[in-house]
């Protein structure tokens, strides 16, 4: 059974730093790109970036420069890496990999005084 599981996620003030996992069971996600998204309150889940399986990485540009995607191949560990985080960065971070479709059920991060 293929489970992606998101933790990492809390409460932080404007300019703080939070590390979000993603662990992965039942694939192997050396071989995926694994992707991470996330949805704000009343809004559409939005695209955050990616790693490729040889290492590539992609930014949207609203958190390029913030954030960095890395992985952890031996312990089928993908990070996220948010620095200097503002309240816009308020949402539930999801994990994903493609090809195989599979989603995380997500971590909340909030930002705010």
């Known amino acids: 059974q293929v489970q992606l599981v998101e933790s990492g996620g809390g409460l932080v003030r404007p300019g703080g730093s939070l590390r979000l996992s993603c662990v992965a069971s039942?694939?192997?996600?050396?071989?995926?790109?694994m992707q991470w998204f996330r949805q704000a309150p009343g809004k559409q889940r939005d695209y955050v970036g990616f790693?490729?399986?040889?290492?590539?990485?992609f930014y949207v540009d609203s958190v390029k420069g913030r954030f960095t995607i890395s992985r952890d191949n031996a312990n089928n560990i993908v990070y996220l890496q948010m620095n200097n985080l503002k309240p816009e960065d308020t949402a539930v971070y999801y994990c994903k990999s493609s090809p195989t479709d599979a989603w995380g059920r997500g971590t909340q991060v909030t930002v705010s005084t």
């Open positions: 039942g694939i192997d996600a050396s071989i995926e790109t």
């Open positions: 790693i490729s399986p040889s290492g590539n990485t």
